[in-house]
């Protein structure tokens, strides 16, 4: 079983463009998640989607949107990426708010 | 505020025992984890606690004491291979996840 997958594994992307990163997932869990982890910080929630259909602003959800069509895939959009978005982003999944969450190897984005 | 507070860097040696703490201070509480992160990888699950006392789980134990706001994950007959990030994440009324910065543990032989 893959878990989760996220692409690109890592993204050079010039300030001012747009990037969607990617995550999907194979273990029909309920919830997903985006995290950007920056050195010396604890992950931060982006943004969430507790069941298809629907999503949730998390603690930094400025300058990135989501969307949740189906339970597999949830992509991440940066509209116009800021050097301050350069991070390492995490997607995540679980069955439920309660329950464990399993995460993606990461993409890690620098933004120029 | 939500605030999370964990060691930055620790250090032991092969075969000892280490302790971890973590204190929190959260809107509500409906439980806390432990994540272990090995450089440049994806954090992985450890521990879960929610109710009062000790959880284990062979060599990793994890406690909790939810008056005083306080959980250590202890490590036992520490690996080489146990050097990493270790996470603190507390689940809020909200039902999401407030992490700590991570405690780095550094193994020596």
């Known amino acids: 079983t893959a878990g989760i997958t996220q692409a690109p594994t890592s993204q050079i992307l010039a300030a001012g463009r747009s990037m969607t990163l990617r995550c999907t997932q194979d273990m029909r869990h309920n919830a997903m998640y985006w995290y950007r982890q920056d050195l010396g910080l604890g992950l931060r929630l982006i943004h969430y989607s507790n069941t298809a259909g629907t999503t949730g602003k998390g603690e930094v959800p400025d300058g990135y949107s989501v969307s949740r069509a189906n339970t597999d895939d949830f992509p991440l959009t940066l509209a116009s990426a800021v050097p301050s978005q350069t991070s390492v982003y995490f997607c995540?999944?679980?069955?439920?708010?309660?329950?464990?969450?399993?995460f993606g190897a990461g993409t890690r984005l620098s933004v120029l | 505020g939500q605030n999370i507070d964990q060691p930055t860097e620790m250090t032991a040696t092969e075969g000892a025992i280490v302790q971890i703490n973590c204190t929190y201070q959260?809107?509500?509480?409906?439980?806390l984890f432990w994540y272990q992160q090995h450089a440049g990888e994806a954090p992985t699950f450890l521990s879960y606690?929610?109710l009062d006392g000790l959880e284990e789980k062979g060599r990793f134990s994890s406690f909790l004491s939810r008056s005083k706001g306080y959980s250590y994950l202890l490590l036992k007959e520490l690996q080489m291979k146990d050097s990493a990030s270790y996470l603190c994440?507390?689940?809020?009324?909200?039902?999401?996840?407030?992490w700590g910065a991570g405690t780095k543990l550094i193994i020596k032989p």
């Open positions: 995540a999944s679980s069955d439920g708010g309660q329950d464990i969450q399993y």
């Open positions: 606690n929610v």
């Open positions: 959260t809107s509500g509480f409906n439980g």
């Open positions: 994440a507390v689940l809020d009324s909200n039902y999401q996840l407030i």
